[in-house]
């Protein structure tokens, strides 16, 4: 399984590169808005993004009608040939994916729960469809279930061009847990989950341990 930073940050972005860890990165308005971003900045701000990681940036189209979510991914596309043109799982949506594909732009489908809307989205051209995991958990529902069943949907196919799918709104360690076992393709995780998957409280102990007895070899 790949892992993707789901931030806007470029502090945290530089952190998980310099672990050696980080295959790709997917922003969305909230998260730029979060890094404290602004419009003006938006491009360059996404250009240092790709300049930091080697992999798929994804920046999210915010127009609602197909011809302008066009023209938005064409430009979002133009900063840098890194960046995926993000777009919501709806029929304008879907619309300007079958478009955005056929220019050549690759597409993240986002905002997307079930398993039709990820097989609308895989036939409609996405290279990637995002399934949230966490936000189907918020409404009683079980995320890490509807996950499954997208990547089992999705894998019993060939939709004629490479589909992969990214496991986003990450809420924990365990998340990031089941969709490894599930061999889902990429789980894109906040930098304070990629933290939490480094820690381990026997680890913290061990080191504690072998310092504290290195210690003793030192005073010996
Ligand atoms: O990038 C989209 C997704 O990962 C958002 O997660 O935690 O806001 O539901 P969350």
Same mark, same amino acid.
């Given at each position: 399984?790949?892992?993707?930073?789901?931030?806007?940050?470029?502090?945290?972005?530089?952190?998980?590169?310099?672990?050696?860890? !980080?295959?790709?990165?997917?922003?969305?308005?909230? /998260?730029? *808005? =979060? &890094? +404290?971003?602004?419009?003006?900045?938006?491009?360059?701000?996404?250009?240092?993004?790709?300049?930091?990681?080697?992999?798929?940036?994804?920046?999210?189209?915010?127009?609602?009608?197909?011809?302008?979510?066009?023209?938005?991914?064409?430009?979002?596309?133009?900063?840098?040939?890194?960046?995926?043109?993000?777009?919501?799982?709806?029929?304008?949506?879907?619309?300007?994916?079958?478009?955005?594909?056929?220019?050549?732009?690759?597409?993240?489908?986002? !905002?997307?729960?079930?398993?039709?809307?990820?097989? /609308?989205? *895989? =036939? &409609? +051209?996405?290279?990637?469809?995002?399934?949230?995991?966490?936000?189907?958990?918020?409404?009683?529902?079980?995320?890490?279930?509807?996950?499954?069943?997208?990547?089992?949907?999705?894998?019993?196919?060939?939709?004629?061009?490479?589909?992969?799918?990214?496991?986003?709104?990450?809420?924990?360690?365990?998340?990031?847990?089941?969709?490894?076992?599930?061999?889902?393709?990429?789980?894109?995780?906040?930098?304070?989950?990629?933290?939490?998957?480094?820690?381990?409280?026997?680890?913290?102990?061990?080191?504690?341990?072998?310092?504290?007895?290195?210690?003793?070899?030192?005073?010996?």
């Amino acid at each position: 399984m790949k892992l993707f930073l789901d931030t806007a940050d470029i502090a945290e972005i530089e952190e998980a590169a310099s672990w050696g860890i !980080l295959a790709g990165v997917t922003t969305n308005p909230t /998260l730029y *808005a =979060r &890094a +404290g971003g602004t419009l003006s900045e938006f491009p360059a701000h996404i250009k240092r993004i790709c300049e930091i990681v080697d992999g798929p940036v994804s920046a999210e189209t915010v127009s609602l009608v197909r011809d302008e979510i066009i023209s938005e991914g064409e430009r979002l596309a133009a900063i840098d040939p890194r960046v995926v043109v993000k777009v919501p799982t709806m029929p304008e949506g879907l619309a300007a994916t079958k478009r955005l594909a056929e220019l050549n732009v690759r597409v993240n489908m986002t !905002l997307c729960f079930t398993v039709p809307q990820a097989i /609308l989205a *895989a =036939r &409609a +051209g996405a290279a990637y469809v995002s399934p949230f995991v966490g936000r189907f958990d918020d409404i009683s529902e079980d995320g890490i279930a509807q996950l499954a069943q997208v990547v089992q949907a999705v894998s019993n196919y060939d939709f004629g061009h490479d589909v992969e799918v990214i496991a986003a709104s990450i809420r924990s360690a365990n998340h990031v847990t089941q969709a490894a076992l599930m061999g889902v393709d990429i789980a894109t995780v906040p930098f304070k989950i990629l933290e939490q998957c480094v820690k381990h409280p026997l680890t913290d102990r061990g080191i504690e341990s072998f310092l504290s007895d290195w210690e003793k070899v030192k005073n010996s």
